[in-house]
Nanobody
Framework: VQLQASGGGLVQAGGSLRLSCALS????????MAWFRQAPGKEREFVAS????????RYADSVLGRFTISRDAVKDTVYLQMNSLTLEDTGVYYC????????????????????WGQGTQVTVSS
């Protein structure tokens, strides 16, 4: 399984960005795809996740209502649409996948995720 993230950049506060994560390899059936982020000097934190099978989603409270996670099953790609960005959204964003063997509940524990993309930098300026 490989993940290729893209779409980061520099944006002013209040602006928008869309991150993409292309997934290759594996069977998808009970995958959870997720985005985590790591701000300078802070631990990596959960942002959003999506179940490949039924398209259900979960968000961190800090991004709820501003960020949207989605997937394109044809392109094997997961997106993170980020609107109303604030300075606190600055960080390196990582896409990741959990390869569950059967249906599983959402998890925000990064140790449950098996493969990680290379990270893409998002910088929000004032």
């Amino acid at each position: 399984v490989q993940l290729q993230a893209s779409g980061g950049g520099l944006v002013q506060a209040g602006g928008s960005l869309r991150l993409s994560c292309a997934l290759s390899g594996g069977t998808r059936s009970n995958y959870h795809m997720a985005w985590f982020r790591q701000a300078p000097g802070k631990e990596r934190e959960f942002v959003a996740s999506i179940k490949w099978r039924d398209n259900s989603k979960r968000y961190a409270d800090s991004v709820l209502g501003r960020f949207t996670i989605s997937r394109d099953a044809v392109k094997d790609t997961v997106y993170l649409q980020m609107n109303s960005l604030t300075l606190e959204d600055t960080g390196v964003y990582y896409c990741t996948v959990a390869l569950f063997q059967r249906a599983a509940p959402f998890t925000t524990d990064e140790n449950q995720y098996n493969y990680w993309g290379q990270g893409t930098q998002v910088t929000v300026s004032s």
